[in-house]
């Protein structure tokens, strides 16, 4: 889940000295948000997050109550597939020379060696500007 790692590279939960976690709110929102994508349960994003289940039902509750905001989830959000090899790794049938990104009704053509980095910052600009 690429999109969570770049979001969570920016908001971490906090640990204090004792080893008690702290959550920023944005995270407890993120989190929540999670959960409300198709076929997601509160079970395993709380143990994505190694966490209670309790937990995330308790931030829903803030949520629908308001009291927690959450961010704006699209609702193509879904995850790519992996695949995972082992030796030899077979050769690829074809090879991308362009990568389309597209976001309602632009497209944008990037070349296929653009880093993954750059095009979410592109993806993240395009939704900021729709």
Do not use: H
Request: a positive charge.
């Amino acid at each position: 889940m690429e999109r969570s790692v770049e979001v969570l590279s920016q908001i971490d939960m906090i640990v204090g000295p004792k080893g008690k976690r702290r959550w920023p709110e944005a995270l407890k929102a993120w989190i929540v948000a999670e959960t409300l994508v198709a076929g997601a349960t509160v079970n395993a994003v709380a143990r994505r997050y190694d966490m209670r289940p309790n937990r995330v039902s308790e931030w829903r509750r803030l949520a629908r109550t308001s009291k927690l905001v959450l961010p704006a989830v699209p609702a193509a959000f879904g995850f790519a597939p992996i695949f995972v090899y082992q030796d030899p790794v077979p050769e690829p049938t074809s090879i991308a020379t362009a990568l389309d990104v597209i976001l309602g009704e632009v497209t944008l053509r990037l070349d296929a060696a653009t880093p993954a980095v750059r095009i979410a910052e592109i993806v993240r600009a395009l939704n900021a500007a729709g």
